[in-house]
T-cell receptor
Framework: GAVVSQHPSRVICKSGTSVKIECRSL??????MFWYRQFPKQSLMLMAT?????????EQGVEKDKFLINHASLTLSTLTVTSAHPEDSSFYIC????????????FGPGTRLTVT | DAKTTQPPSMDCAEGRAANLPCNHS???????VYWYRQIHSQGPQYIIH???NNETNEMASLIITEDRKSSTLILPHATLRDTAVYYC????????????FGQGTELSVKP
């Protein structure tokens, strides 16, 4: 099946700094990618839809100026957490729809962000 | 999207069938039932999906009731590696891939 990768797999940063997370579709093109956040013992929460060549669409309650999304190419979307704070510490996961029938979603392995 | 209700946790003996229920009583006619699972600290993995007919693949079977208000995911011979959180999601097939996750069922397969 199709593969989605994320980089880095884990990152520790100081409060007030910005962190960029990359999401790549390795063997297929993705005009759309999705970003989720997951706190411990909780379910995945959809943050935003990343669209190649246009602005991202954010879910209600997600600050677009804090979570900057750039979908620069058909295989790469980036999520930048700006001015990170400890409450932004979470597991960030991206996904992309498959190209055959759009019924299957391929997820990346996730990025563990810890803000100290 | 229609909401789903799943039991928070279930246990299953290794080698036995695991039957995971899901209620989606407000499902509409064009909405599919999808199942994903998430092994601890990994990204979710697609398992199976269906509209109204029962479906089977190499991972599992999906049984959807005739009124489509509930479904059951069946892992025919559970192994320890099937321990995960299983999510039942109902979604319009034309929504461009967006998935809204509920709380899921934490399945523990025990030796």
């Amino acid at each position: 099946g199709a593969v989605v990768s994320q980089h880095p797999s884990r990152v520790i940063c100081k409060s007030g700094t910005s962190v960029k997370i990359e999401c790549r579709s390795l063997d297929f093109q993705a005009t759309t990618m999705f970003w989720y956040r997951q706190f411990p013992k909780q379910s995945l929460m959809l943050m935003a839809t990343s669209n190649e060549g246009s602005k991202a669409t954010y879910e209600q309650g997600v600050e677009k100026d804090k979570f900057l999304i750039n979908h620069a190419s058909l295989t790469l979307s980036t999520l930048t957490v700006t001015s990170a704070h400890p409450e932004d510490s979470s597991f960030y996961i991206c996904s992309a729809p498959g190209t055959s029938g759009n019924y299957e979603q391929y997820f990346g392995p996730g990025t563990r962000l810890t803000v100290t | 999207d229609a909401k789903t209700t799943q039991p928070p946790s279930m246990d299953c003996a290794e080698g036995r069938a695991a039957n995971l229920p899901c209620n989606h009583s407000t499902i509409s006619g064009n909405e599919y039932v999808y199942w994903y699972r998430q092994i601890h600290s990994q990204g979710p993995q697609y398992i199976i999906h269906g509209l109204k007919n029962n479906e089977t693949n190499e991972m599992a079977s999906l049984i959807i009731t005739e009124d489509r208000k509930s479904s059951t995911l069946i892992l025919p011979h559970a192994t320890l590696r099937d321990t995960a959180v299983y999510y039942c999601i109902v979604r319009d097939g034309n929504q461009g891939g967006k998935l809204i996750f509920g709380q899921g069922t934490e399945l523990s397969v025990k030796p």
